[in-house]
Each structure stands twice: as structure tokens, then as C-alpha cells.
């Protein structure tokens, strides 16, 4: 059985990976990046905000939020990657989401809703700035260029998450595959991760068989190698080519926005 090493969660949930089955990713040579939302912020907002952040340090594994939890901080990645899973029965999970510095974890916060509806899992160890759910609700109120960076990510965020929806009814686990290395290798600024074959299977909503069967089609195309649950994209071109149009649809967004 794939997934019963997960045991359930008083939500009915499966737990979080354990991170001894499985290794973290790790980036190889990231350089640390600012977060966008707060490097959108004029400076006397952005001086403002910094009195409330504190920088902290996040692991593979760690789970920030659970389904209907209370959202004790919000988080703005620097150079850590954060999965949003939601559970379709007690054994799996697919991610829907992904969050990195061109976002904030904690977005039903910014909407006025205090609980979260997905599981928010730390995919990529790394930094990230917090701040607390209720100097965030004060801040809020009174930051209009805040509001209107969040209100922008909220619009981009909701598309990743439509499109994702789309793309897991339609495409292929190789395609998908293809497109979720690409959206990690965006946010982690790196070619190269650290990830098991049952990690990917929990994002991507296939069992391990169908990861090793779609990592081993990309391989033998020579746009990926995988061994030892390393991955390196080889060829980041062709590899765009391969995955589904999902990827280029959600980019093209976020960069038009971000222009
Ligand atoms: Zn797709």
C-alpha cells in the first residue's frame, strides 16, 4: 500500500511526510532573494511592515497550516518553497497549490477569513519573514499598497490554482511532471532538488509506479536526470516543451502582473 506509512490526522487527514522517509529538497547554490509582495511596497510601508516581521527558518516537512486551523502568522517566503495539499480521503493528497517568494502563505488573512483550507507543507527548506495574524489584520487595514499587492497575488494565485485544477483532470503524469519541476526550479532558483519518487506522487496525485514511469520518459529524452532521489533538469527548453501548456499559462500571468 503506497500511502500507509501516512497516518491519519484528527481531521481525517494523512499526516505530513515524515521527513526521515523523506530526504528534503534541497537547492544547490540558491541565492537568497527578497520577497516580491514586500519588495512591491513603497519604503515608508515597507519600513513600516519590517517592524513586525521576524526572519525564521522553516524545514522540509513542517506543516505551517492544516485545514480549518487557526492561521497563527502569515509568511512571506524568501527562499523557501511552500505546497498547498489538499487530501481527497484519508490516504492521499495533490497539491494544488505552490507558494514561493512571489507570494504569501496565510492569503485567506488578507480576504478577512482566520483559518486556512488547505494544508500549507514546507516543500523546500528555507527562510521565510512572519508575522502575526493579528499585526498582520491591523496592518492590513491600513496598508493600501499592501492591500493592492495581495489583492494582485490573490488574482494570480487563484489562477495557479484553477489551472492546476484543469491540469490534473487532463494531462499526462509526464507533462505535469514536467511542469511542476519547472514551477520548483522558478521559485527555488535552482536546477537541481533532492526528492523521492513518493514525494512527487503525493504532489502530482499518482502512485510511485506512475512517477517512476513518468521521470523515466523525461530521462530517456535527456531533460532530466533522477537518481538517488536527486533531480536535475538538463535541458530547461525542451523540458518546457514537454510539460503541458498549464505551465506557460500561469507564467506568462505572473510575469504580465509583475511587469
Ligand atoms: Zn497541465
Known amino acids: 500500500m503506497l500511502f500507509q506509512n501516512l497516518s491519519p490526522v484528527a481531521n481525517g487527514l494523512p499526516a505530513a511526510l515524515p521527513?526521515?522517509?523523506?530526504p528534503p529538497l534541497r537547492v544547490a547554490n540558491r541565492p537568497s532573494a527578497a520577497n516580491l509582495v514586500l519588495a512591491?511596497?513603497?519604503?515608508?510601508?515597507?519600513?513600516?511592515?519590517?517592524?513586525?516581521?521576524?526572519p525564521v527558518e522553516v524545514t522540509y516537512g513542517q506543516v505551517?497550516?492544516?485545514?480549518?486551523?487557526?492561521?497563527?502568522?502569515?509568511?512571506?517566503p524568501t527562499d523557501c518553497l511552500v505546497s498547498l495539499l489538499t487530501a481527497i480521503d484519508k490516504h492521499r493528497t495533490l497539491e494544488v497549490?505552490?507558494?514561493?517568494?512571489?507570494?504569501?502563505?496565510?492569503?485567506?488573512?488578507?480576504?478577512?477569513?482566520?483559518?486556512?483550507?488547505?494544508?500549507?507543507?514546507?516543500?523546500?527548506?528555507?527562510?521565510?519573514?512572519?508575522?502575526?495574524?493579528?499585526?498582520?489584520?491591523?496592518?492590513?487595514k491600513k496598508n493600501l499598497p499592501?492591500?493592492?499587492?495581495?489583492?494582485?497575488?490573490?488574482?494570480?494565485?487563484?489562477?495557479?490554482?484553477?489551472?492546476?485544477?484543469?491540469?490534473?483532470?487532463?494531462?499526462?503524469?509526464?507533462?505535469?511532471?514536467?511542469?511542476?519541476?519547472?514551477?520548483?526550479?522558478?521559485?527555488?532558483h535552482a536546477d537541481e532538488f533532492r526528492l523521492t519518487h513518493e514525494f512527487l506522487g503525493h504532489m502530482l496525485g499518482v502512485r510511485r509506479v506512475g512517477v517512476t514511469k513518468a521521470a523515466g520518459v523525461l530521462e530517456r529524452k535527456k531533460l532530466i536526470d533522477y537518481s538517488r532521489a536527486n533531480i536535475r533538469i538538463l535541458d530547461r527548453k525542451r523540458l518546457e516543451a514537454a510539460a503541458c501548456a498549464c505551465y506557460r499559462i500561469v507564467k506568462n500571468l505572473q510575469d504580465s502582473a509583475q511587469a
Not at 521527513?19 to 523523506?22: D, E, F, N, Q
Not at 514546507?122 to 502575526?132: D, H, N, P
Request: hydrophobic share 45%; net charge positive; glycine share 8%.
Open 64 to 76: 505551517l497550516y492544516e485545514p480549518a486551523g487557526r492561521i497563527r502568522h502569515v509568511y512571506f
Open 146 to 188: 499592501l492591500q493592492r499587492a495581495l489583492f494582485r497575488y490573490t488574482h494570480l494565485l487563484m489562477a495557479q490554482v484553477s489551472q492546476t485544477a484543469a491540469c490534473n483532470r487532463f494531462h499526462t503524469a509526464e507533462a505535469r511532471l514536467a511542469r511542476w519541476l519547472l514551477m520548483t526550479a522558478d521559485r527555488v
Open 40 to 54: 512591491a511596497l513603497p519604503h515608508k510601508e515597507y519600513q513600516r511592515m519590517l517592524t513586525g516581521l521576524e
Open 97 to 140: 497549490g505552490m507558494v514561493g517568494n512571489e507570494g504569501m502563505v496565510g492569503m485567506p488573512m488578507a480576504l478577512g477569513i482566520g483559518v486556512s483550507a488547505v494544508r500549507a507543507l514546507v516543500q523546500g527548506s528555507g527562510t521565510a519573514m512572519r508575522m502575526t495574524a493579528a499585526r498582520f489584520r491591523a496592518e492590513f
Open 19 to 22: 521527513p526521515k522517509t523523506h
